[in-house]
C-alpha cells in the first residue's frame, strides 16, 4: 500500500509566497478560479480537490 495518491501534476498553490503544493480550486472574487493548497483557501467557496 502506498502512503502517498498523487495524482497530481505538481502543481503548486497559487497564493504568493506559498509552495504547498495545491490541494482545491477556489472560486475567487478577484481572480476567478485559483488554485491552492488547503492552508490558503481564505475562505473562498471550492469548487473542486485537485
Ligand atoms: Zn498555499
Do not use: F
Request: contains cysteine; aromatic residues 4%; negative net charge.
Amino acid at each position: 500500500m502506498s502512503a502517498q495518491t498523487d495524482d497530481g501534476d505538481g502543481t503548486t498553490c497559487g497564493a504568493l509566497s506559498c509552495t504547498n503544493d495545491a490541494d482545491v480550486i477556489i472560486d475567487h472574487p478577484k481572480y476567478g478560479k485559483r488554485i491552492v493548497c488547503n492552508g490558503c483557501t481564505g475562505g473562498y467557496p471550492v469548487i473542486r480537490h485537485v
